[in-house]
């Protein structure tokens, strides 16, 4: 005969029974542990003058561009509190609030947030083609398409993604990458902690970053020509076939790979290379402090 203290449970049911109702004890005592979301769409007249402002402080935002003649809004909300109930009011409290002014539609996205409480949206929005569109976005990603018309971009924590716009684009992030392809326009891309890339842009393009790579490819050059520059980064340049252009790169902490036939100046110091493209004119300047520069 065995003798021995009692088993802790009576078979695997009451075991993992006493298992969730002990999980479900501790995530009750989670102020975000109930959390529920919703989706709604509404829609907006176009404004007469063709202008756009988004503000949204939590979730993603995308604008695409289409034929169309109105604005369409699709909004997923999504809110976690302490309780069912909490989460309800505020999934509840997450609304549009718009306004016209001077022929701009002003769509913002508000959010009451308290120490126990979280919300935020996503938004798709539908725009005509020609709609010039501005976004600014505390905490979340930004995505802009098929737009027809100038186009702004600010997040603080967030990437920006640009494609296939025919206007003058700004984009900027603080803590996230940004990436452009197929712009035809000037444009002006920033990130403090980030990487850029440019994909196939025809005009003139000035790119900056505190920190990462810059990756740009031209399929034509603006009369402003290119300036690119981080501080801790590599920076390639593909260029044209055919470039007249005055290039200047120059490196603290690095090497310089030009692959192009530079008409190269006399006098050139270590870390810098200065000449000529074609008949030159279009300025070209690359800068990192730390970090290598290619131009194909």
Do not use: Y
């Not at 203290?5 to 002990?22: C, L, M, N, Q, V």
């Not at 001077?102 to 949206?121: F, I, M, Q, Y």
């Not at 000037?186 to 393009?205: F, P, Q, T, W």
Request: aromatic share 2%.
């Amino acid at each position: 005969m065995t003798v021995g203290s009692r088993p802790a449970h009576d078979g695997d049911g009451t075991r993992r029974e006493g298992i969730g109702a002990f999980l479900r004890n501790l995530l009750s005592g989670i102020p975000w542990s109930e959390c529920t979301e919703a989706h709604s769409e509404q829609h907006f007249p176009s404004p007469q003058a063709k202008q756009l402002r988004i503000e949204n402080g939590n979730g993603r935002t995308r604008v695409v561009g289409e034929e169309r003649s109105d604005i369409a809004v699709r909004i997923h909300k999504r809110a976690r509190a302490e309780t069912d109930e909490a989460a309800t009011r505020l999934l509840e409290a997450i609304r549009i609030e718009s306004h016209e002014e001077d022929g701009t539609l002003s769509l913002e996205v508000t959010t009451p947030r308290k120490w126990n409480r979280h919300g935020h949206a996503n938004l798709e929005i539908h725009v005509p083609h020609g709609t010039q569109v501005t976004v600014l976005a505390r905490n979340g990603k930004i995505c802009l398409d098929g737009l027809r018309s100038c186009v702004r971009a600010r997040s603080s924590n967030g990437s920006v993604h640009v494609s296939d716009v025919v206007g003058d684009v700004a984009v900027e992030t603080s803590n996230a990458k940004v990436a452009c392809s197929c712009i035809c326009g000037r444009l002006v891309a920033r990130s403090s902690n980030g990487k850029i890339e440019v994909v196939d842009h025809r005009g003139s393009l000035d790119a900056s970053t505190s920190n990462g790579l810059i990756r740009a490819s031209l399929g034509e050059m603006g009369s402003e020509g290119v300036v690119l520059a981080t501080s801790n980064g590599r920076i390639v340049l593909d260029l044209p076939e055919s470039v007249d252009a005055d290039v200047d790169l120059r490196v603290d902490n690095g090497v310089i790979r030009a692959q192009r036939e530079l008409q190269t100046r006399s006098g050139e110091s270590t870390g810098r290379l200065r000449g000529r493209l074609g008949r030159g004119g279009t300025p070209i300047k690359l800068r990192t402090s730390n970090g290598t520069i290619s131009l194909r």
